[in-house]
């Protein structure tokens, strides 16, 4: 843990418990047992537990790249994010993943506190740390603590919660793909520890909830396309790496190929990039020129020189085709890497079911994949495209159905035997107003003799739906 220099925290009581759990851990890295400093950060903890606890447990958890306490997620101040990250990342490097705190403590000698944080600390040496930590707090009988287990930590969420942590990291992660290209633009170099924060989360919450997560990418900035894209593509790619079982650290590389695919287009000018009507030949040659001045621009970026080497071929390659035909023209016959070509199926899919100034026509989710199946073996990787397909289901979620019934729905979930959609209802001026959702694939309990066949499907955009302002 990095020592701050300076800590805002208000009076809430999450936030000095916070603080004290900072100070502690810090403070007792580099004093012994009786310093006054040691002695001071102890008692400050001891009392911020106690003033949470009255008769129950202080719990904190550590999940998908958030602090819970007592079960919710602790929300902080601007300012404190470098302490919370500073937390976060304690516990991710010990696989922490719970620590609850009984009224008991306050019967605890400073001795056994002080040595539970010094065993945290130490945790980190071994090859399970939370088993090992685990252990050893059963063998000294500490009743006033509990390490918890994975399976005792995941905090109960409802549905707009997770609906609101999935808008979170969006834009999280829009945010830090923007912050780069604008420093880059501007002072010629960036750092990517937010960007690499925001794919964590990501493959945190994929991990979780990996149908709920697919859907992500239904969440757009419709005022900033190419940030957008850039989020999209590395959500669909992190699905795709992680269905064909990709780990986690090539996950981490492949996520922020994702957001850094189109770090060229800085260069272009903006009128080219907006620009309603088709382009010039000499206009679609310049943006031919972004997969190489993506390359010259993640070269800027703050980072170690493995990292920026496992991310930079992947940008390149993201319009070649798997038959090497697209740009930029290459001269070699080898095959294309695993990242170049995830990130290009996912490029292409984002690319052709999204709303662009220049296209009269935006294809439907299941229209996308069905042209694209038809690439398979020479435009896309015969394999991904394939196992990419499966994984979105024959209609992917977003995609706006129109029913024999009249009804309009969007698909909200699909797989494993549900295909989930949320129905429209126009209202009298008939503005599209959220209504129940339904299974195609079970009964509907409130209209059991309905038999919904799908008519015909459609991109959303294409009648004015943000599928997000009804998924999200």
Same mark, same amino acid.
């Given at each position: ?32 047992? !009786? ?13 911020? &537990? ?27 101040? *601007? #300012? ?12 991710? !490097? ?36 939370? @088993? ?30 997770? *609906? ?8 999280? $992660?829009?945010?830090?793909? $923007?912050?780069? =290209? #604008? ?6 170099? $960036? ?6 924060? $925001? ?31 850039? &989020?999209?593509?590395? &959500? ?15 996950? #981490? ?33 310049? &943006? ?11 070269? *800027? ?21 798997? @038959?090497? !035909? ?23 899919? @984002? =690319? ?80 599209? #107003?959220?209504?129940?959702? /339904? @299974? ?14 799908? /008519? ?11 599928? =997000?302002?009804?998924?999200?």
């Amino acid at each position: 843990m990095s020592n701050e220099s300076e800590v805002s925290m208000s009076s809430n009581p999450g936030e000095i418990l916070f603080r004290a759990l900072y100070r502690l851990l810090h403070t007792i890295r580099i004093h012994a047992d !009786n310093n006054e400093l040691i002695t001071s950060c102890l008692v400050e903890f001891r009392s911020a &537990v106690m003033q949470l606890s009255g008769e129950g447990d202080v719990t904190i958890l550590s999940s998908q790249a958030r602090l819970y306490l007592q079960g919710e997620r602790f929300n902080y101040q *601007k #300012q404190n994010i470098k302490l919370v990250h500073s937390l976060l990342d304690f516990f991710k !490097n010990r696989r922490l993943q719970g620590i609850s705190f009984h009224s008991t403590i306050k019967n605890a000698s400073a001795t056994e506190i002080l040595w539970f944080f010094r065993l945290i600390i130490r945790s980190g040496i071994h090859e399970e740390p939370s @088993d090992w930590l685990i252990k050893e707090v059963e063998k000294a009988r500490l009743s006033w603590v509990t390490v918890l287990k994975e399976s005792e930590l995941k905090p109960k969420r409802s549905d707009q919660e997770r *609906k609101q942590e999935a808008r979170d990291i969006y834009f999280h $992660a829009l945010g830090s793909v $923007a912050d780069v =290209a #604008q420093k880059i633009s501007q002072q010629g170099a $960036a750092g990517i520890r937010q960007a690499k924060r $925001a794919v964590q989360a990501m493959i945190e919450f994929l991990g979780n909830d990996l149908t709920f997560f697919q859907g992500l990418s239904v969440i757009r900035d419709y005022d900033d396309y190419t940030y957008s894209h850039s &989020v999209n593509v590395a &959500v669909l790619a992190l699905c795709l790496g992680h269905r064909i079982g990709l780990p986690p650290m090539s996950l #981490q590389h492949l996520g922020l190929c994702g957001l850094f695919h189109d770090l060229g287009k800085v260069e272009i000018p903006r009128e080219i990039i907006t620009k309603p009507q088709a382009l010039t030949e000499e206009e679609r040659n310049v &943006v031919k020129k972004h997969p190489l001045a993506s390359v010259q621009q993640i070269l *800027k970026l703050q980072t170690s020189s493995e990292l920026t080497a496992r991310i930079i071929l992947a940008p390149f390659e993201h319009h070649l085709q798997y @038959d090497l !035909n697209g740009y930029p023209e290459v001269f070699f016959k080898k095959t294309l890497s695993l990242f170049g070509r995830i990130i290009r199926i996912a490029d292409v899919y @984002d =690319a052709i079911t999204s709303s662009r100034p220049y296209r009269s026509a935006i294809l439907s989710p299941d229209c996308a994949l069905a042209l694209m199946l038809q690439g398979s073996g020479k435009e896309y990787d015969p394999i991904l495209i394939k196992v990419f397909a499966q994984m979105l289901g024959a209609y992917p979620v977003g995609t706006l159905m129109q029913f024999n019934t009249g009804e309009l729905g969007l698909v909200a979930e699909t797989g494993n035997r549900r295909l989930q959609v949320v129905l429209l209802d126009k209202d009298a001026s008939g503005i599209c #107003q959220q209504g129940r959702k /339904v @299974d195609l694939y079970q009964k509907d309990p409130l209209n059991p003799s309905c038999r919904r066949a799908i /008519v015909r499907t459609a991109n959303p955009l294409t009648y004015g739906i943000r599928a =997000a302002d009804f998924l999200f």
